[in-house]
Every structure is written in structure tokens, then in C-alpha cells.
């Protein structure tokens, strides 16, 4: 089983399969050099990125992020302004990689970082391989690394096989028939059954604490997006529009217009502009769908009449839940099947987590999450100039909006509907395998072609 822990990450933008899981892979294989006594003996590492991570990767910043993790940063506690200033370090001539935070190596960038942009390696779009040599030009170790979305990674070896759990959970289920019927059984929502299985890990106190940090950088993350002005990196000159569109929502609240109601627009491209920009942002589930959930979750603490920390618990709980059918039955990668995976699948948890803090039954919550993605099957991944702004940031933004409707209109009704969540899953993954490489995050196809390279 996976864990809420699982599908919520803290960590930095713009993206979890381009930035946090190379910057995972990385840290991790620089790790192992050091266990098994190699470090020491290093002279050279080699970065190879292929497919959507070489294609894409300028825009997402993966060498930036891969060179850190090499360095022995994490995602969870790096500085995101170290970032880029100690990447540029490392790709001049003659530069010193301090391999696992500790053991220096010369490094030169321009060498020893290659882009395969047209090669793909054979079982994921984003894949890696990281190479140490001694002195001599000997190989020492090498590791083939995919990041298979929302920032998990696995090795060449581990593709394709099972997780180890640390322990064997009272209620594990690997469709949404099989969570319904624990809940039906038990008499107990999605949240209790994801919070029993927690349980197995780590106390019950360990997860609420978890839980409520999860949502306190959420909150932190909307108000931040709020206050910063200026344009987005990556030479488009996108305008950072959250703070103006609410300057402009106070106003129009304090006139006493009731009509326009976009706060969760807002809220999520407040969010979607922090991840942009590379800030601290949670992977929900992954980053280029980042603005969704803590929309969602601030719609609901803000707005809604039985909002408390209990709802703030039973919204994320459920959203995971949703998420981890996703995960487990299709993917959360855009590199895989198109955005449908990412704003979708994140669409899709929001939309169940609201029905559930709203009040839905059982069968009501899971209506919402399967409205919420019929309407997003097919979404292409068509980042302009592979970067995390266009059309990603509005794009999160009208998911956020639908996410809340999906699940009132879900409430109105007695929950009875044609498509189960598990058919819409599977025909979100079969979709996925049909839709043309180039809608899958390469920047090759969609806006991204159409919009073009911006003048310099």
C-alpha cells in the first residue's frame, strides 16, 4: 500500500518527475557511492538525461535539480534559491562537485551533463543514468534511474516490481471496489480506512502532525503567491497575475459583489506561479498539478459552514485514497498519458476530498472523482517551451473551480451513476497509451509548437 505521505510530497517546483525525482535519484545514488566505500574514490561522475527529462528539462530545471542532488540536497529541505546559483557554479570548467555533501570530484558541466533529446530509454519517458569513474576513466557503478511522476523514483532493477512495506496494513485495497466495500463493511468513509492503515507506520499523532504541516505549507504557499509580483523565469515574460487577481477579488468583495467567485482560481495560481518559480510548494500529486488540492482544502477552510481541522484531516486522507487508486491502476505522469494523469488525477482527489468534508456518502464521493476525471480524459501535456507556466498555471486553476462543482453536483444527486471510478481510471490509462509521445510532456506538439521560442 502506499501512503498519504506517499502521494503528498513537500518539496520544490517547477515540476516532481523533472526536478524532484532527478534531485531524489541523484541524492540517492550519490548516497549508495558512499556506502559501499566508492566516494573516496571517484573521479568523474557523468549525468545522462534522456527523452522527456532531456527534451523538457531546461524548462524544469532537471540538471539544476540532479546536480544538487548528487551534491546530497533534498527536495524536503533544500534552500530553493541555492538552486540554481550552485548549478551555474558547477557547469563551468573546472569546478569542484562535492559528491554526497562531501567528497570532492572535478566536474565540468559542459562535459559530463549530456541531453539525449531524441533517445529514449526503453521502460519510461524520463529516464537517467548516472555513472561514477575513477581516476583512470574505470567504471566504479552506474545506475539507470526513471522518474515515473508525482517524484517517485525507481532504478532500472526495481521497474515494474512491488513496493516493500514496512508492515502489513488491516485494510489494503488495489481498486475503489475494494475500498468501498472495507468502508461498507466497517461502517467506516475513506478516511478512516486510509487513517487505520496509516496507523500501521506511525501513530496516529504522527500522522495528524504530518497532515496539518502538509496544509500549512499549502496555506503558506497560496498567501505567498499572492504577495509576489514580477514575471516568471524562462524568457516568455509571464506576468505573475495572482496578486492583482486578488487585489481585484478584495475589491470587488468590499463593493459587495457576490457574482464573481473565483477564489479558487486564485488560490491555485497563486500556488501554480510559487511552484513555477521554483518554490516550496507540496507535490499533490505531482507539481504541475500542485495548485489544485490547496485550492480546494483554502476553498474549504475558508468558506464552508463546518470547515475545522477534522475536515482539514478527512479532506487529505480522502484525496490520497484517490490518488493512490490513480497511482496504482494507471499514472500520475505526464510524460506518461498527457496532463489527463496530472490535473486530472489531481482534479479527480480534490473533487472526492470536497464531497467527503461536504457531507457526501460513500457513493456520492466516489462520483465526484469519477465527473471530475470523464472531463479531463484526453488532456494533452503540452508545456510552451517546456516550462510549468503555459497553459499549466490557468490550467490548474479552472481544474480547481471544476474539482468544487463536481462534487456539489455529486450531492445533489443519490450518487448512483453508469461509470465506476475504476472503469474511468482504467480509460484514463488506455487513453494515455494512445495519445501521440509528443502531447506527453516534450514540448514537441500542442501550444508548445504553436506558440514557439520567444525572441532574445
Not at 149 to 158: L, N, P, Q
Not at 243 to 270: E, K
Not at 338 to 364: F, H, I, T
Amino acid at each position: 500500500m502506499l501512503s498519504v505521505f506517499d502521494m503528498f510530497k513537500i518539496g520544490i517546483g517547477p515540476s516532481s518527475s523533472h526536478t524532484v525525482g532527478p534531485m531524489v535519484a541523484a541524492r540517492r545514488f550519490a548516497g549508495q557511492l558512499t556506502t559501499e566505500g566508492l566516494a573516496g574514490r571517484a573521479g568523474r561522475i557523468v549525468v545522462d538525461l534522456y527523452g522527456s527529462l532531456a527534451l523538457t528539462g531546461k524548462g524544469h530545471g532537471t540538471v539544476e535539480a540532479t546536480l544538487n542532488g548528487l551534491e546530497g540536497r533534498a527536495p524536503r529541505t533544500v534552500d530553493p534559491a541555492i538552486i540554481v546559483p550552485r548549478a551555474r557554479a558547477l557547469m563551468q570548467p573546472d569546478a569542484t562537485l562535492m559528491l554526497d555533501g562531501r567528497q570532492p570530484v572535478p566536474f565540468d558541466g559542459r562535459r559530463d551533463v549530456v541531453l539525449h533529446m531524441h533517445e529514449f530509454l526503453p521502460r519510461h519517458a524520463n529516464g537517467m543514468r548516472l555513472s561514477a569513474f575513477d581516476d583512470q576513466g574505470g567504471l566504479l557503478a552506474r545506475e539507470v534511474y526513471y522518474s515515473v511522476g508525482g517524484g517517485f523514483i525507481v532504478s532500472d532493477a526495481e521497474f515494474g516490481q512491488a513496493a516493500a512495506t514496512a508492515a502489513d496494513v488491516p485494510y489494503p485495497f488495489a481498486s475503489a471496489a475494494e475500498l468501498m466495500a472495507h468502508c461498507q463493511r466497517e461502517g467506516r468513509t475513506i478516511a478512516d480506512i486510509v487513517m487505520a492503515n496509516e496507523t500501521s507506520w506511525r501513530s496516529e499523532a504522527e500522522v495528524r502532525a504530518g497532515l496539518f504541516e502538509i496544509a500549512a505549507v499549502m496555506k503558506d504557499c497560496i498567501e505567498s503567491g499572492c504577495r509576489q509580483e514580477g514575471d516568471l523565469p524562462g524568457g516568455y515574460g509571464v506576468k505573475r497575475r495572482a496578486p492583482a487577481i486578488f487585489r481585484r477579488m478584495v475589491s470587488l468583495q468590499l463593493a459587495g459583489r457576490t457574482d464573481v467567485m473565483l477564489w479558487p482560481m486564485l488560490y491555485a495560481i497563486a500556488v501554480s506561479e510559487e511552484n513555477a518559480n521554483g518554490g516550496r510548494i507540496v507535490t499533490a500529486p505531482t507539481n504541475g498539478a500542485a495548485g489544485i488540492i490547496p485550492s480546494v482544502l483554502q476553498y474549504y477552510r475558508n468558506f464552508h459552514p463546518r470547515a475545522g481541522d477534522e475536515g482539514v484531516v478527512e479532506f487529505l486522507l480522502t484525496a490520497a485514497a484517490v490518488g493512490m487508486l490513480y497511482k496504482m491502476n494507471a499514472s500520475i505522469s505526464g510524460a506518461e498519458v498527457g496532463c489527463q494523469g496530472e490535473v486530472g488525477v489531481a482534479c479527480s482527489m480534490a473533487s472526492a476530498a470536497y464531497c467527503a468534508v461536504s457531507g457526501g456518502n460513500l457513493a456520492q464521493v466516489e462520483n465526484a472523482a469519477e465527473i471530475a476525471m470523464e472531463h479531463h480524459l484526453g488532456l494533452t501535456c503540452d508545456p510552451v517551451g517546456g516550462l510549468v507556466q503555459i497553459p499549466c498555471v490557468e490550467r490548474n486553476g479552472v481544474a480547481a473551480e471544476k474539482a468544487i462543482k463536481c462534487a456539489q453536483l455529486a450531492i445533489l444527486e443519490d450518487g448512483q451513476h453508469k461509470v465506476s471510478l475504476d472503469q474511468v481510471i482504467e480509460t484514463m490509462y488506455r487513453t494515455g497509451m494512445d495519445m501521440q509521445n509528443k502531447y506527453k510532456e516534450t514540448s514537441l506538439g500542442g501550444l508548445a509548437l504553436t506558440v514557439g521560442v520567444p525572441a532574445c
